[in-house]
């Protein structure tokens, strides 16, 4: 999977654009990104962010070592799976993004 897999992946899983970077937020700040996918040349991060607010690298891998799960479309290789607590984190961001825009109403 290259960048621009990687980030329609992730914004169709809950996941929105927070300063560039494909992100996730604590329901309870949903301006405040607590997990992001940072993109380099050559390969792809994922960093939590720490109480102290310093960000830290969880798993990174190069371009071709990711590719998509063929039953579910996960990226594997990133090691996404085996995170704990982040595919009801992803579905928290999904839910509240659905909310935010049946409560915003449709467009004039």
Do not use: H
Not at 20 to 34: F, M, V
Not at 40 to 52: F, L, W
Not at 53 to 82: F, H, I, N, R
């Amino acid at each position: 999977m290259d960048k621009d897999a990687l980030t329609a992946w992730a914004l169709g899983n809950g996941w929105r654009m927070i300063a560039g970077c494909p992100s996730l937020t604590k329901p309870s700040r949903p301006n405040e990104a607590i997990v992001r996918m940072v993109f380099k040349a050559t390969v792809v991060a994922v960093e939590v962010k720490k109480p102290a607010g310093k960000w830290e690298k969880l798993a990174g891998a190069s371009y071709p070592k990711v590719v998509a799960d063929p039953e579910t479309g996960w990226p594997q290789g990133l090691g996404l799976d085996a995170m704990p607590g982040l595919s009801m984190l992803m579905r928290d961001n999904k839910d509240a993004m659905a909310f935010d825009r049946i409560a915003s109403g449709p467009k004039s």
